[in-house]
């Protein structure tokens, strides 16, 4: 099974600053790997798929980085509706399909 | 516009039974795989079960195997979560979330609002 480690557990930010989330892998997963956005009391929403490509709908300033088994989601400027918790993915390879624990972030 | 509504969920004594559905519309649901993610109360997502697009393989996280099916009905644009010997660490919230492909290995890109299984005496 692929461990998915995600840090750190809880970032706390100022609207208008830049977060950036890290996401490990415990074995390569090439950028087979996706991040999620979950806001109290709704599913998760898919941002980015194939570690960098964003999804339909998204805005520009979310980015994703890495390959391999080091990633990034970077939020350039975060905005009020920003504030949630942010899980990434692995999907290359299965079963399992394995989520990190998440990465809180929250007003500073 | 994509959407996926899930049903079914409900409060269970432990050792039950419970039928999860998933309805979906607006997209060609024959042509993708499908999934059950799950999220206990406070903590974070943990995969369940994948079903390719023509039901030809299914995939189950260990923890479900042998308790938990997953099928499809093609012709009503319909997912399933038969779930059998339900423990108390089973209680959550069930997503049902649509693959980006046919097999697996893509992200999921929809999901729905989910139904919350409760397994307790």
């Known amino acids: 099974e692929i461990v998915m480690t995600q840090s750190p557990a809880t970032l706390s930010v100022s609207p208008g600053e830049r977060a950036t989330l890290s996401c490990r892998a415990s074995?390569?997963?090439?950028?087979?790997l996706a991040w999620y956005q979950q806001k109290p009391g709704q599913a998760p929403r898919l941002l980015i798929s194939?570690?960098?490509t964003r999804a339909t709908g998204i805005p520009a300033r979310f980015s994703g980085s890495g390959s391999g088994t080091e990633f990034t989601l970077t939020i350039s400027s975060l905005q009020s509706e920003d504030f949630a918790i942010y899980y990434c993915?692995?999907?290359?390879?299965?079963?399992?399909?394995?989520f990190g624990g998440g990465t809180k972030v929250e007003i500073k | 516009e994509f959407q996926l509504l899930e049903s079914g969920g409900g409060l269970v004594q432990p050792g039950g039974s419970l039928r999860l559905s998933c309805a979906t519309s607006?997209?060609?649901?024959?042509?993708?795989?499908m999934n059950w993610v799950r999220q206990a109360p406070g903590e974070g997502l943990e995969w369940v079960s994948l079903?390719?697009?023509?039901?030809?393989?299914?995939y189950y996280a260990d923890s479900v195997k042998g308790r938990f099916t997953i099928s499809r009905d093609n012709s009503k644009n319909t997912l399933y979560l038969q779930m059998n010997s339900l423990r108390a660490d089973d209680t959550a919230i069930y997503y049902c979330?649509?693959?980006?492909?046919?097999?697996?290995?893509?992200?999921?890109?929809?999901w729905g609002q989910g139904t919350l299984v409760t397994v307790s005496s």
């Open positions: 979330a649509k693959d980006g492909g046919p097999y697996g290995y893509n992200a999921f890109d929809y």
């Open positions: 607006g997209f060609t649901f024959n042509t993708y795989a």
């Open positions: 079903i390719t697009s023509s039901g030809g393989a299914t």
């Open positions: 074995q390569s997963v090439s950028s087979n």
């Open positions: 194939g570690a960098s």
């Open positions: 993915q692995q999907y290359d390879k299965l079963p399992p399909i394995t």
